[in-house]
């Protein structure tokens, strides 16, 4: 401690200790703390080691700055250091300070080397593992095999000028129709198969496998946009695993056009992944967990399934055939 113009004020070198404890609480357990308020979530998210260590290592760099900033600030710093080692203090706490400060590194440097005895660690998998449901292998999209009640329905709402689309699109879908007052309202999926459809419509007779081929193009429309409003940012555009997000996280985002990823596993094991998300991977999903949500959450089903005919489509893929089958 030291008196300046008649005021109590810390010293430089006990300043500079109580920053380091200050800064290095706040970011070890000040930030998960404050994550666990604003996230809502039921645990912290904690701040990696290394970059504990990237900040400390800027503080010290910073504080060095400031110590060294002057010959008075330099002195004033290392006045308890030197009067440590002059005994000014005391034999005694010069005695426990020289054993303390090489047992601690010691201590440091034998916790980082010694063999320590851990289990294994589990190998990542990609594909069903044990605690995959077997009712979900031999699953069909309803989406990509739509049944003809479905094609049924497609049909008459097409007639009536009033197909139901989901939720999401339906406003810009409206919005598009009082710009462009347009003939029919899916004259907005410009594709083939949906022309196709509208002129076997105009003309009074539809073919069970014209309009079938114009409902998948409705499917994918919706899958795409609910793709791109859910999955894009971190599973890309093109369903490379490069969206804007994706350099953010641990585990980066599957590449779906890869050969050996969704063509190699079946849709049901697609969508009880994409249901269940990171939370629900198995153990030998460590330890680079997914951080995919659980989708099962906050879309239907219906909304997932489109989803994933999406994904398939986009990537130019097709789902590998159940054994058996």
């Not at 308020?37 to 701040?47: K, Y």
């Not at 503080?59 to 400031?66: D, K, R």
């Not at 330890?287 to 399934?305: F, G, N, V, Y």
């Amino acid at each position: 401690m030291s008196k300046r113009t008649g005021k109590f004020r810390i010293n430089r070198f006990w300043s500079v200790v109580a920053t380091l404890i200050v800064i290095y609480a706040l970011i070890k357990w000040g930030i998960p703390a404050a994550s666990r308020e604003i996230t809502g979530l039921p645990f912290p998210l904690p701040v990696p080691g290394t970059l504990i260590f990237m900040y400390m290592v800027l503080t010290l760099i910073t504080l060095f700055m400031f110590v060294t900033f002057s010959n008075d600030y330099m002195e004033e710093f290392l006045g308890p250091i030197k009067g440590l080692l002059s005994a000014r203090y005391g034999k005694l706490p010069r005695l426990l300070v020289l054993l303390a400060v090489p047992l601690i590194a010691g201590w440091q440097v034998y916790e980082a080397t010694v063999p320590k005895i851990e289990l294994p660690s589990s190998l990542r998998i990609q594909h069903p593992s044990s605690n995959f449901p077997r009712k979900f292998e031999a699953m069909k999209s309803p989406i990509a095999n739509p049944p003809d009640t479905a094609i049924e329905a497609f049909i008459e709402q097409a007639k009536a000028g009033e197909v139901e689309l989901i939720a999401q699109v339906q406003p810009d879908v409206e919005r598009w129709m009082e710009e462009t007052d347009p003939e029919h309202m899916l004259d907005f999926i410009a594709t083939a198969p949906m022309k196709k459809f509208l002129a076997e419509l105009k003309g009074g007779t539809v073919s069970k496998e014209t309009a079938k081929a114009a409902l998948l193009e409705k499917y994918l429309f919706e899958g795409r946009a609910l793709y791109a409003m859910n999955c894009r940012a971190c599973h890309g555009d093109s369903v490379s695993g490069d969206g804007p997000m994706a350099d953010g996280f641990k585990l980066r985002p599957i590449n779906f056009t890869d050969n050996g990823t969704i063509e190699t596993i079946v849709e049901g094991y697609t969508f009880w992944r994409v249901a269940n998300g990171g939370p629900g991977l198995p153990t030998e999903a460590t330890p680079w967990d997914s951080a995919m949500p659980e989708w099962k959450l906050s879309l239907t089903e219906e909304e997932r399934w489109k989803i994933i005919f999406a994904e398939y489509d986009l990537a130019e893929k097709t789902p590998r055939i159940p054994e058996g089958h």
